[in-house]
């Protein structure tokens, strides 16, 4: 508690940690809402100047946004049937059908009343298992467990957001690739550098994640206008009662528990979250054949659980140092660019910034209560701006923030050409978060695996005999059983965003 | 082609080969670490393992699906990008390919024109190719927009920007820098 009070307080106390706190509040808000772009566009156009916040306040505009993003993206899933990122997409099986019904105002009331609720549940049950799990992991944790978990998160990540079970370990096995170019972690072997010094650093993720995010984004809505598909609908703002959400007690609150858990897990949890959030509201339902319809449980299930999630991904990086999404991996980054590594040990040395990042998403969530009324109605205006617009505007801070990384325009180069593969893998059934989530995990993978064979002497009974090892191994192996059974079955529903 | 259609094979083959290609490439540095008995080849190796298995399994995944519509009666998608080209023809593919590779463009222009005499084309440029027809509005709009994110960057942010190399082209660049920042 008094770590809490700390934290507020050293949140408050800073104007510029004030002013960051609402830029990622109404930036998420803002960017999730409009529709062609999401928080992660924002994340990715800041991340190149992220360097000139202190390493906390960098780090709280990425969890604030997290929070409101994952709300703001069920605005365009419920309004335009345009999830604003994976976590979004069950938000619209349920939302548009609303949408067109003339119920978009309840949907967006539901989304905005659930998010704030399943967040900051989130949020509180993260500042008490956060610290006993960093706690417990400096103590159990080191090359081989990192490299089982990173080994059990690929597992996940693979099997949601592509069209098929395939097209997902293809976009993480591409991901993974590209995690490979440049030298080698251990001995510094030159891999795939085609004699080109550019290559020898790796592909910086900065591009690439302004790439597969921002510029594919654009790509796939400048698309909809060229095919003249880009409509903006009418909607009404009455939000659902009272009586509307007490119904629903027993949905909501199932929604937290299996939102704060799924997205414990590393890699993909966050979407995870809502889709496993979603199917058990069905499953448990007395009127399954209503969803998909128009149901509000629907939308109550998808964005309760995904802004559950939130504060459960926070717990694999601060703890464990793994990223659990698309913008945990950017927080990942963040840590890099402040040289800092994130994990455990950011508990010893950095628990003021801890802290301050939880009384941030904390109150983040408490905020989006009572700003997602007010954004409703006042995203009426922001959704005139015609695509044509923003789109070049877009590009240009695309353009800037992927030079700014290492003044060389070969990173532009490369983040319009991840652009531009994106686009076609996302038009053909494959996963963006799964690629990133690769290009990331990747090098962790690697390089605990290389030291955690070194530290056992290339004994594999040793290896994946140690009890956590042991648990997460087989935890991988039977997740990619029992998805391959269902993807030869046949009973595997996959979404693509 | 068999009971696929053009775009499954053509994806077929496209992970092949770049499986195949990654593959060979891994001989250039395979060679023994003392320090690690696996080299730096075993990892790229195994995830190359891993594309393939994958690119087999969704090769199956098709043929099944494919069988089975066809017991059935039932048609199937020809895929997404030969529906839009039987559904639109030949001009949006054209529209739609300057639009992607029009960044490309602007990147590898860069280098020598510099980002302060390029940006205002690609921006008209970019606007004219998603569905902007307005003279005003192709004018006015890229001008506003590179002026305000040209500002905020090289006067307030001070983030240095490509000026270019080509002669002219490199003295616009400065003498713009310059007075943006006085």
Same mark, same amino acid.
């Given at each position: 508690?008094? $770590?809490?009070?700390?934290?507020?307080?050293?949140?408050?106390?800073?104007?510029?940690?004030?002013? !960051?706190?609402?830029?990622?509040?109404?930036?998420?808000?803002?960017?999730?809402?409009?529709?062609?772009? *999401?928080?992660?566009?924002?994340?990715?156009?800041?991340?190149?100047?992220?360097?000139?916040?202190?390493?906390?306040?960098?780090?709280?505009? /990425?969890?604030?946004? /997290?929070?409101?993003?994952?709300?703001?993206?069920?605005?365009?899933?419920?309004?335009?049937?345009?999830?604003?990122?994976? %976590?979004?997409?069950?938000?619209?099986?349920?939302?548009?059908?609303?949408?067109? $019904?003339?119920?978009?105002?309840?949907?967006?009331?539901?989304? !905005?009343?659930?998010?704030?609720?399943?967040?900051?549940?989130?949020?509180?049950?993260?500042?008490?298992?956060?610290?006993?799990?960093?706690?417990?992991?400096?103590? *159990?944790?080191?090359?081989?467990?990192?490299?089982?978990?990173?080994?059990?998160?690929?597992?996940?990540?693979?099997?949601?957001?592509?069209?098929?079970?395939?097209?997902?370990?293809?976009? !993480?096995?591409?991901?993974?690739?590209?995690?490979?170019?440049?030298?080698?972690?251990?001995?510094?072997?030159?891999?795939?550098?085609?004699?080109?010094? /550019?290559?020898?650093?790796?592909?910086?993720?900065?591009?690439?994640?302004?790439?597969?995010?921002?510029?594919?984004?654009?790509?796939? $809505?400048?698309?909809?206008?060229?095919?003249?598909?880009?409509?903006?609908?009418?909607?009404?703002?009455?939000?659902?009662?009272?009586?509307?959400?007490?119904?629903?007690?027993?949905?909501? &609150?199932?929604?937290?528990?299996?939102?704060?858990?799924?997205?414990?897990?590393?890699?993909?949890?966050?979407?995870?979250?809502?889709?496993?959030? /979603? *199917?058990?509201?069905?499953?448990?339902?007395?009127?399954?054949?209503?969803?998909?319809?128009?149901?509000?449980?629907?939308?109550?299930?998808?964005?309760?659980?995904?802004?559950?999630?939130?504060?459960?991904?926070?717990?694999?990086?601060?703890?464990?140092?793994?990223?659990?999404?698309?913008?945990?991996?950017?927080?990942?980054?963040?840590? $890099?660019?402040?040289?800092?590594?994130?994990?455990?040990?950011?508990?010893?040395? =950095? =628990?003021?910034?801890?802290?301050?990042?939880?009384?941030?998403?904390?109150?983040?969530?408490?905020?989006?209560?009572?700003?997602?009324? &007010? %954004?409703?109605?006042?995203?009426?205006?922001?959704?005139?701006?015609?695509?044509?617009?923003?789109?070049?505007?877009?590009?240009?801070?695309a353009t800037v923030g992927a030079y700014a990384v290492r003044n060389l325009v070969m990173d532009v180069v490369v983040m319009f050409l991840a652009g531009i593969i994106a686009y076609f893998m996302r038009r053909s059934g494959y996963s963006v978060a799964g690629i990133v989530l690769g290009l990331i995990l990747g090098s962790i993978g690697e390089e605990n695996f290389a030291q955690g064979m070194q530290m056992v002497g290339y004994d594999w009974g040793d290896f994946f005999t140690r009890p956590i090892v042991a648990v997460l191994i087989f935890g991988?192996?039977?997740?990619?059983?029992? *998805?391959?059974?269902?993807?030869?079955?046949?009973?595997?529903?996959? !979404?693509?965003? | 082609?068999?009971?696929?259609?053009?775009?499954?094979?053509?994806?077929?083959?496209?992970?092949?080969?770049?499986?195949?290609?990654?593959?060979?490439?891994?001989?250039?540095?395979?060679?023994?670490?003392?320090?690690?008995?696996?080299?730096?080849?075993?990892?790229?190796?195994?995830?190359?393992?891993?594309?393939?298995?994958?690119?087999?399994?969704?090769f199956v995944t098709d043929l099944r699906v494919r069988k089975a519509a066809e017991a059935r009666g039932v048609e199937l998608d020809a895929g997404y990008f030969r529906k839009m080209a039987d559904e639109h023809g030949a001009p949006v593919i054209i529209r739609m390919g300057i639009t992607l590779s029009l960044p490309l463009v602007y990147a590898a222009l860069l280098q020598n024109t510099g980002y302060y005499f390029t940006t205002p084309f690609f921006l008209a440029a970019y606007l004219y190719m998603t569905g902007e027809r307005r003279v005003k509005?192709?004018?006015?709009?890229?001008?506003?927009?590179?002026?305000?994110?040209?500002?905020?960057?090289?006067?307030?942010?001070?983030?240095?920007?490509?000026?270019?190399?080509?002669?002219?082209?490199?003295?616009?660049?400065?003498?713009?820098?310059?007075?943006?920042?006085?």
């Amino acid at each position: 508690m008094e $770590q809490f009070i700390a934290g507020t307080l050293a949140l408050v106390s800073s104007p510029l940690s004030m002013v !960051v706190f609402a830029a990622g509040l109404f930036g998420g808000l803002l960017f999730g809402a409009i529709p062609g772009i *999401n928080m992660l566009t924002l994340g990715a156009i800041v991340l190149p100047f992220s360097g000139m916040l202190s390493a906390a306040d960098a780090i709280m505009f /990425y969890s604030v946004l /997290y929070c409101s993003g994952t709300y703001g993206g069920a605005v365009t899933a419920i309004l335009f049937n345009i999830p604003g990122s994976p %976590e979004n997409a069950p938000t619209a099986f349920d939302g548009y059908p609303m949408t067109k $019904q003339g119920l978009a105002g309840k949907a967006i009331g539901a989304a !905005v009343f659930c998010s704030s609720l399943g967040g900051t549940c989130s949020a509180l049950l993260m500042m008490v298992a956060t610290p006993l799990i960093a706690d417990w992991a400096v103590r *159990n944790f080191s090359s081989p467990e990192i490299f089982a978990l990173v080994f059990f998160g690929i597992a996940v990540a693979s099997s949601v957001g592509a069209r098929t079970l395939w097209k997902g370990w293809l976009s !993480v096995g591409f991901g993974l690739m590209i995690a490979t170019i440049g030298l080698d972690p251990v001995a510094g072997i030159q891999r795939y550098d085609f004699g080109f010094t /550019y290559l020898l650093a790796g592909i910086h993720f900065i591009p690439t994640i302004l790439g597969f995010f921002a510029v594919s984004e654009i790509f796939v $809505q400048a698309e909809r206008r060229v095919r003249g598909r880009f409509e903006m609908p009418k909607f009404s703002t009455h939000f659902p009662s009272f009586a509307e959400f007490w119904r629903l007690k027993i949905a909501v &609150v199932r929604s937290v528990l299996v939102g704060f858990f799924a997205g414990v897990l590393p890699g993909i949890g966050v979407t995870l979250a809502a889709f496993m959030s /979603y *199917n058990e509201a069905v499953r448990w339902s007395k009127t399954p054949e209503k969803f998909g319809k128009g149901h509000l449980e629907g939308v109550v299930a998808s964005e309760t659980a995904n802004n559950a999630a939130t504060g459960a991904a926070m717990i694999p990086l601060l703890a464990l140092g793994l990223p659990g999404g698309a913008v945990t991996a950017m927080m990942v980054g963040v840590f $890099q660019i402040h040289d800092m590594e994130p994990g455990p040990l950011v508990f010893v040395t =950095s =628990s003021d910034l801890v802290w301050v990042v939880f009384a941030a998403m904390f109150f983040a969530n408490i905020c989006i209560l009572g700003l997602g009324y &007010v %954004e409703t109605r006042t995203v009426l205006h922001l959704l005139k701006i015609p695509f044509q617009f923003l789109a070049p505007a877009i590009l240009l801070l695309a353009t800037v923030g992927a030079y700014a990384v290492r003044n060389l325009v070969m990173d532009v180069v490369v983040m319009f050409l991840a652009g531009i593969i994106a686009y076609f893998m996302r038009r053909s059934g494959y996963s963006v978060a799964g690629i990133v989530l690769g290009l990331i995990l990747g090098s962790i993978g690697e390089e605990n695996f290389a030291q955690g064979m070194q530290m056992v002497g290339y004994d594999w009974g040793d290896f994946f005999t140690r009890p956590i090892v042991a648990v997460l191994i087989f935890g991988g192996v039977a997740t990619i059983v029992t *998805n391959i059974y269902r993807e030869l079955c046949g009973k595997r529903k996959g !979404v693509e965003v | 082609m068999g009971k696929l259609t053009g775009g499954q094979w053509f994806e077929i083959a496209v992970w092949v080969s770049f499986a195949a290609v990654a593959y060979l490439l891994t001989f250039q540095f395979d060679r023994e670490v003392q320090m690690y008995r696996f080299g730096a080849a075993a990892w790229p190796r195994m995830v190359i393992l891993v594309i393939m298995a994958a690119a087999l399994g969704q090769f199956v995944t098709d043929l099944r699906v494919r069988k089975a519509a066809e017991a059935r009666g039932v048609e199937l998608d020809a895929g997404y990008f030969r529906k839009m080209a039987d559904e639109h023809g030949a001009p949006v593919i054209i529209r739609m390919g300057i639009t992607l590779s029009l960044p490309l463009v602007y990147a590898a222009l860069l280098q020598n024109t510099g980002y302060y005499f390029t940006t205002p084309f690609f921006l008209a440029a970019y606007l004219y190719m998603t569905g902007e027809r307005r003279v005003k509005w192709l004018i006015a709009m890229p001008l506003l927009i590179y002026a305000m994110i040209t500002v905020i960057f090289t006067r307030f942010l001070f983030v240095g920007l490509p000026v270019g190399y080509w002669p002219g082209f490199y003295d616009f660049g400065n003498w713009l820098v310059v007075l943006i920042r006085q």
